[in-house]
């Protein structure tokens, strides 16, 4: 719970911001790119399934909202991408607030299935709404690169582009760890009873909560439309994106600052690494692999890599600093 | 006629569905563990009757009981090691391991087995019973008969006999059914082993109906978590009866407005039990918020 | 003249099982009533009920004159009742400061003004030195001390504490005592359940006795203990009455 010292996320700041400029091969950039965008993901997901202990599966949802929000505002009526980002994060805060309080009674799986339930039901949607997203096809971006229509011409451009939401994520979970709220939703998740008698709003918290983390997931999903310019429903809708934030918030340190980043920048190059190496033929290889170390991590080291790291350390004297 | 033969669909689709679900509704009511790889285990019998009719000429009925102890196995292997760490630690640790469990299998099965769509090609696969000029697909009407079969065995085994009843009492107090020298984890590996069996022979049974790929384990199980929330969690009466009332609704729906919005419909459901009556038709008030069941 | 609280024929079924049947009494502000009965006799259940994490199916409850008719715990701590649990419930990953400091936050605003509270409180609590150690690995007295001073963060008019000796050793009892007395002198209103009967006989003012659901006796605790139906209810349990 005690908050991350300030020199540390200044340093870590300063290093990410050097980052994009280590290298000027387009796959490292690339990669660097995807460790921003899933890292502002996967810290958009930490807010609801790492502070509040709520977690989610269906936050595929908010990305494929925002994703499509602004891309159909582009393509439709031309309107800039930096608006159709707010649209987007608008629709799915609302969408998060009637679907959290329906789920709002439910604890635990319950509420995990829910979040899948709901996933399914705008995948299908998405598909066969075909006037209003151009179902399966999907739906194409202009190339024009043009800061209005947030599109760029150097991949190092997008990393830091990506980075400042990244950087956004990072800054509204500081923001919110230190104050009133955060310690709020770490009361609900370690014992909601126990909170609800000290008068803790647990409607009000939890819904919040989801509904910051909708409109920040959403953001990023705009954002990689904008990157890959191509969206479809099978892969933005997709249980698998869900599954992958909670991977890596679960690997980097559930409930702490920076353990979504660094389970994004564990996971990705992991990915891209298995990719190159399996082939493409075996597409699914590597996602057996992220099960397998979901399930290991999970049952073995459900702390996250961060405070097992700790752990170990802790057997050498180190300034302190308490993991939440 | 067409209403009546609509009707008689749905009861067989629901069959179907009570059988995939009461495997989750015991595993839940006795472990207090969603199986979220529920519908990929369905999809591992699926394909297991496949093989079995594609490389040994078996057909499904032979399969559904030859496969049962490989069944048994790998659920035995999946409580002793995974499931048996994830009790009474926590929400994270039992969602998030099932979950691992089930993307690990249904990539496995991608891997191994590519994302292509299989049909059993077999003369029972196609049969079809004609009964005053209704059609019923033999399949279907056998897995229909098996879920009852199933369902009503299971009934006798909780209530009628020793063992069973040492469940039901893990299922209500597992801290009291210690006290009386009841083995809890003999209960939970066995009971966990009993609902992947259930759940595998529901595959084995539904495979000549169904293309076989994947990614059907996500839609199948999507529908038995509404099944066993709409009949409330734990409750065998309630997996059939949901299961029921499931079938026919997606029948009904399917006929009257296109297969596009089926599956919106379980949501709509699923949504509207969790409004109105969260407990489900059987189940016990509060098991969705403190995830208590009665076995019954 | 109307109590600070006042519970009027309240009744709670389970399924068959009536597990509070048509209880009445009241209390008076800075009252300090003990609330007793053999195990299963509904005490538990009547606290979910005053703090609504159940609801009544028969009767009132009307606290400083409003009724609490559903009304959320969270609304009903705000409104002055917070209750305490049996199996204490400690936020096991903040730190006991910061675990009071939630409490806290129902009357302040900043976490600046919170952590002065807590501050306080700990200190009035005897568990300033352990501010800042994790409060999951506490011993359980100071888990139960830390259960009431959360609750006391929360500036009660009527603290419900469940069972609060339990576990305790003599030298604990004690100064739990103590404590409660502080408490009551500063004219806080306590309901206590509890077991150990010469605790309770010690420090309250007055004693309700439930058995099966009901009430079956109320008066000083000098009388309770010689009413016949009280003796009869514990009869067979291990107890010994003062």
């Known amino acids: 719970m005690t908050s991350t010292r300030p020199a540390v996320l200044l340093v870590v700041v300063l290093g990410l911001m050097a980052l994009p400029l280590t290298t000027s091969n387009d796959y490292y950039l690339d990669i660097i790119v995807q460790i921003f965008l899933w890292g502002a993901a996967a810290t958009a997901w930490n807010l609801l399934g790492g502070y509040a202990g709520q977690f989610s599966l269906g936050h595929a949802a908010f990305f494929g909202i925002g994703a499509y929000t602004s891309s159909l505002l582009l393509t439709g009526a031309r309107v800039s991408p930096w608006l159709g980002m707010l649209a987007g994060a608008l629709l799915a805060a609302l969408f998060a607030l009637v679907i959290g309080y329906l789920s709002i009674r439910l604890r635990g799986p319950f509420f995990t299935l829910s979040t899948i339930a709901l996933t399914e039901v705008l995948q299908i949607l998405a598909i066969h709404?075909?006037?209003?997203?151009?179902?399966?096809?999907?739906?194409?971006?202009?190339?024009?690169?043009?800061?209005?229509?947030?599109?760029?011409?150097?991949?190092?451009?997008?990393?830091?582009?990506?980075?400042?939401?990244?950087?956004?994520?990072?800054?509204?979970?500081?923001?919110?760890?230190?104050?009133?709220?955060?310690?709020?939703l770490v009361a609900i998740r370690e014992e909601e009873d126990a909170a609800r008698s000290i008068g803790v709003p647990v409607l009000g918290v939890k819904l919040g909560a989801a509904a910051l983390s909708a409109c920040l997931t959403a953001v990023v999903g705009t954002f990689y439309a904008q990157y890959v310019l191509w969206i479809e429903p099978a892969h933005t809708f997709s249980i698998d994106i869900s599954i992958q934030l909670a991977l890596m918030v679960i690997i980097g340190g559930l409930g702490t600052l920076l353990g979504p980043l660094i389970g994004a920048a564990l996971i990705i190059p992991l990915n891209m690494f298995l990719r190159a190496w399996l082939g493409a033929a075996v597409s699914g290889l590597y996602l057996v692999i992220y099960g397998l170390v979901l399930v290991l991590v999970v049952l073995y080291a459900r702390a996250g890599i961060v405070a097992e790291v700790q752990r170990v350390m802790r057997r050498h004297p180190v300034p302190r600093q308490s993991p939440a | 006629m067409i209403f009546?033969?609509?009707?008689?669909?749905?009861?067989?689709?629901?069959?179907?569905?009570?059988?995939?679900?009461?495997?989750?509704?015991?595993?839940?009511?006795?472990?207090?563990?969603?199986?979220?790889?529920?519908?990929?285990?369905?999809?591992?019998?699926?394909?297991?009757?496949?093989?079995?009719?594609?490389?040994?000429?078996?057909?499904?009925?032979?399969?559904?009981?030859?496969?049962?102890?490989?069944?048994?196995?790998?659920?035995w292997l999946v409580y002793r090691l995974i499931v048996r760490r994830t009790l009474g630690m926590g929400d994270v640790v039992q969602i998030f391991a099932t979950v691992g469990v089930g993307v690990v299998l249904q990539n496995a099965a991608l891997v191994l087995w590519t994302g292509d769509f299989r049909t059993i090609r077999s003369g029972y696969a196609d049969a079809v019973l004609r009964v005053g000029g209704i059609q019923v697909s033999v399949p279907l009407l056998v897995a229909f008969a098996v879920a009852i079969g199933v369902s009503g065995l299971l009934f006798l085994f909780l209530n009628r006999t020793l063992e069973g009843r040492a469940v039901r009492a893990v299922a209500q107090d597992p801290i009291s059914a210690l006290a009386l020298a009841i083995d809890t984890d003999r209960v939970y590996m066995r009971t966990f082993v009993l609902g992947v069996c259930c759940v595998g022979l529901a595959g084995v049974l539904l495979a000549p109906s169904y293309p076989i790929f994947p990614?059907?384990?996500?839609?199948?199980?999507?529908?038995?978590?509404?099944?066993?929330?709409?009949?409330?969690?734990?409750?065998?009466?309630?997996?059939?009866?949901?299961?029921?009332?499931?079938?026919?609704?997606?029948?009904?729906?399917?006929?009257?407005?296109?297969?596009?919005?089926?599956?919106?419909?379980?949501?709509?459901?699923?949504?509207?039990?969790?409004?109105?009556?969260?407990?489900?038709?059987?189940?016990?008030?509060?098991?969705?918020?403190?995830?208590?069941?009665?076995?019954? | 003249m109307s109590g600070l609280l006042e519970v009027q024929g309240v009744s709670k079924r389970f399924g068959g099982l009536t597990a509070v049947r048509e209880v009445d009494f009241t209390m008076a502000e800075g009252e300090l009533v003990g609330?007793?009965?053999?195990?299963?006799?509904?005490?538990?259940?009547?606290?979910?009920?005053?703090?609504?994490f159940l609801h009544p199916d028969e009767g009132r409850i009307r606290f400083a004159d409003i009724d609490l008719d559903g009304l959320t715990p969270e609304r009903r701590c705000r409104l002055g009742l917070t209750r305490t649990f049996q199996l204490v419930k400690p936020f096991a990953n903040m730190t006991v400061e910061e675990n009071v400091m939630v409490g806290a936050f129902v009357r302040v605003g900043t976490p600046r003004a919170a952590r002065a509270e807590a501050s306080r409180i700990l200190a009035l609590t005897g568990l300033a030195s352990l501010a800042r150690s994790r409060a999951g690995t506490l011993p359980v007295e100071q888990r139960k001390r830390l259960e009431v001073a959360r609750a006391l963060a929360t500036r009660p008019r009527l603290l419900l504490l469940d069972e609060v000796f339990a576990g305790l050793n003599p030298t604990e009892i004690n100064g739990m005592v103590a404590f409660l007395e502080t408490l009551h002198a500063e004219r806080m209103t306590l309901l206590v359940i509890e077991h150990v009967m010469a605790v309770i006989m010690r420090v309250s003012e007055r004693i309700v006795v439930l058995h099966h659901g009901e009430k079956i006796a109320e008066g000083a605790p000098a009388e309770v203990v010689r009413n016949r139906r009280v003796v009869d209810a514990y009869l067979g349990e291990e107890f010994a009455l003062a």
């Open chain 2, 215 to 296: 990614a059907i384990g996500l839609s199948f199980g999507l529908v038995s978590y509404v099944v066993v929330v709409l009949g409330g969690l734990g409750s065998m009466a309630g997996a059939l009866l949901g299961g029921f009332v499931i079938g026919l609704i997606e029948v009904l729906s399917g006929y009257f407005l296109g297969t596009a919005l089926k599956q919106a419909i379980y949501f709509l459901i699923f949504v509207l039990v969790l409004l109105v009556r969260p407990q489900g038709l059987f189940g016990q008030r509060g098991a969705e918020t403190m995830g208590f069941g009665k076995i019954a």
């Open chain 2, 4 to 75: 009546v033969e609509l009707v008689l669909a749905g009861l067989m689709l629901g069959g179907v569905y009570a059988l995939i679900s009461i495997g989750l509704t015991l595993i839940f009511g006795v472990l207090r563990v969603v199986n979220f790889a529920h519908g990929e285990m369905l999809m591992l019998g699926m394909f297991a009757a496949y093989w079995a009719s594609t490389l040994g000429g078996l057909p499904p009925y032979v399969t559904a009981v030859a496969a049962l102890p490989l069944f048994a196995l790998f659920g």
């Open chain 1, 129 to 184: 709404w075909r006037g209003l997203t151009g179902g399966s096809e999907g739906v194409s971006l202009p190339n024009a690169a043009s800061v209005w229509t947030m599109t760029f011409d150097g991949r190092r451009t997008y990393a830091y582009v990506g980075l400042g939401f990244l950087l956004l994520a990072v800054l509204v979970s500081w923001l919110i760890e230190r104050s009133r709220w955060g310690y709020y």
């Open chain 3, 35 to 52: 609330l007793i009965g053999p195990n299963g006799a509904g005490k538990t259940t009547l606290f979910s009920l005053l703090s609504g």
